[in-house]
């Protein structure tokens, strides 16, 4: 079954910022959608939105028709619509996959579905980060370097002020001395969530091959699973006892 995967991204930086524009010149959103279908192909089908759409590009319809959402903002987290949050809250809750990426770890929906600030220190020297995997055998880190190197990058450290993960599947240290839990696993509701921060716009990050390996395995972890049939005890007209039957 083909995965229907849309890149959201605010797009601020790259319509306001010609030295961003310069390094992501099909938006962040591009960079990560090409990224996605480069190394999953049939498997999914991309799509991808901004702020500046109508509705955000989040509209009923359109998140009606989205497995998995991938969701990257930075300074305009106030001006998502509240409304919006919300009906991208319940498709979530109701079974679609949600990345998000970097500075999303300040936007609406991210605390909403945490119900914690998510706050984080932080530091934009151009440090290298190394992103390690501490948990192997988790599908996300499937064919993931150990470490990824990553030679400028903007600094995340703890305290990350977030609820316990289901899932720590990445650690990252940086030329600073710091640590961060930079790959994080939620569940709420039926849908799965992975927040993953390397990425900041400063940087062509999204263009490092094995951050596009990270994001495509997050993307198939995250996709909605079908909930098994559960066997229900019912009374069998042959039989006075209860019997079994499972819904096809």
């Known amino acids: 079954m083909t995965i229907r995967v849309l890149v959201w991204n605010e797009g601020v930086h790259e319509a306001t910022q010609p030295d961003i524009a310069a390094i992501y010149p099909a938006g962040i959103h591009g960079a990560i959608a090409e990224g996605l279908s480069e190394l999953l ?28 959402l991938l969701w990257w903002g930075h300074i305009a987290h106030d001006q998502v619509d ?20 970097h500075s999303g770890h300040f936007s609406k929906i991210f605390t909403r579905l945490l119900g914690t600030t998510c706050s984080l220190k932080w530091r934009n020297e151009a440090e290298r980060e190394l992103v ?25 450290g703890e305290l990350f002020d977030i609820p316990t993960p289901d899932d720590l599947v ?18 709420r509701g039926h849908g799965r969530i ?19 390996r990270v994001l495509a395995n997050g993307v198939q972890w995250a996709a909605p699973v079908a909930a098994p049939a559960v066997a229900r005890e019912i009374p069998s007209v042959d039989n006075p006892a209860r019997g079994w039957y499972l819904p096809s």
């Not at 990445?170 to 569940?187: D, L, N, P």
């Open 41 to 68: 192909g049939g498997e999914v089908a991309v799509r991808t939105a901004t702020l500046a759409d109508p509705e955000h590009g989040l509209s009923e319809e359109v998140l009606a028709e989205t497995d998995v």
């Open 82 to 101: 509240d409304a919006i949050v919300e009906r991208v809250k319940q498709r979530v809750l109701s079974g679609m996959g949600l990345l998000v990426l």
């Open 194 to 212: 992975f927040y993953f921060s390397p990425g900041d716009q400063e940087y062509p990050v999204y263009f490092h091959p094995q951050i596009r």
């Open 132 to 156: 390690w995997t501490v948990a192997p055998t988790h599908p996300i880190a499937a064919g993931v370097e150990h470490p990824i190197v990553i030679e400028h990058q903007e600094m995340y």
């Open 170 to 187: 990445f650690i990252s240290s940086f030329a600073g001395g710091e640590v961060f839990r930079s790959g994080v696993t939620f569940t």
